[in-house]
């Protein structure tokens, strides 16, 4: 059986710091898509990047970045230089499967972020 | 483009009443999903449509009956609304075709369902 586990449920940061937001995928599987999204108190969802399984470099888009521990099944994501628009509900959720069919989308329970002025 | 678009976007429902959420993309997407989300518990696959033709159960498909009308279109149902249903639903659609596997969903704005 597959689990996602979003350990933090609330954190707070002042305006500029950085902050990293944890997810961990337990699964047997060995090769598979995780997505994070976004959801601002307008209550949208909005996609922010993603990350396969078999490629363990840092992937950085703007001032998000990506590190892939598969050791852990860790996958951590940053943000660098925060901002008040930051504040929002992030979810990670990964992909179950690679096929061309039966492709399911699991959501981890979130981590609410506030960045504060 | 409209993405992905989602009515009614509010409704309450006395127990007992049934209902249709309407759903339809415009990117040409082969599939799409129903979500509810619930404070605490993250979002929940209902139901999901891999291609035209085919539905499948996800995580909390009981209560709830979908119809994928054709490319553009699912539907979910409520045959009789549970005040358990009370919650956020999203319509969400994604490509899954060749060697695009790693396509992102594109969600609707939600629908706000309360059932008394």
């Known amino acids: 059986a597959q689990k996602v586990t979003q350990a933090q449920t609330e954190i707070s940061v002042v305006e500029k710091e950085d902050v990293t937001l944890d997810c961990v995928y337990e699964?047997?599987?060995?090769?598979?898509?995780l997505f994070w999204y976004k959801q601002p108190p307008s209550g949208e969802l909005v996609f922010l990047i993603r990350?396969?399984?078999?490629?363990?470099q840092n992937e950085i888009s703007g001032r998000y970045s990506w590190n892939f521990q598969k050791s852990t099944s860790s996958f951590n994501f940053t943000i660098t230089a925060s901002q008040v628009v930051d504040s929002a509900v992030y979810f990670c959720?990964?992909?179950?499967?690679?096929?061309?069919?039966?492709?399911?989308?699991?959501f981890g329970t979130g981590t609410s972020l506030t960045v504060i002025p | 483009n409209a993405g992905v678009t989602q009515t009614p976007k509010f409704q309450v429902l006395k127990t007992g009443q049934s209902m249709t959420l309407q759903c339809a993309q415009d990117?040409?997407?082969?599939?799409m999903y129903w979500y509810r989300q619930d404070p605490g518990m993250g979002l929940r696959l209902i139901y999901y449509?891999?291609?035209?033709?085919?539905?499948d159960k996800g995580e909390v498909p009981n209560g709830y009956n979908v119809s994928r009308l054709n490319k553009r279109e699912f539907s979910l149902r409520l045959e009789s609304a549970a005040p358990s249903q009370t919650s956020v639903y999203f319509c969400?659609?994604?490509?899954?075709?060749?060697?695009?596997?790693?396509?992102?969903?594109?969600f609707g704005n939600g629908t706000r369902l309360t059932v008394t």
């Open positions: 969400a659609s994604s490509v899954i075709t060749g060697g695009v596997r790693n396509s992102p969903l594109h």
């Open positions: 699964t047997r599987d060995t090769t598979y898509y």
């Open positions: 990350r396969n399984s078999f490629d363990e």
């Open positions: 959720a990964p992909k179950k499967s690679l096929t061309n069919t039966g492709n399911q989308f699991y």
């Open positions: 990117m040409n997407h082969n599939s």
């Open positions: 449509s891999a291609s035209e033709g085919t539905t």
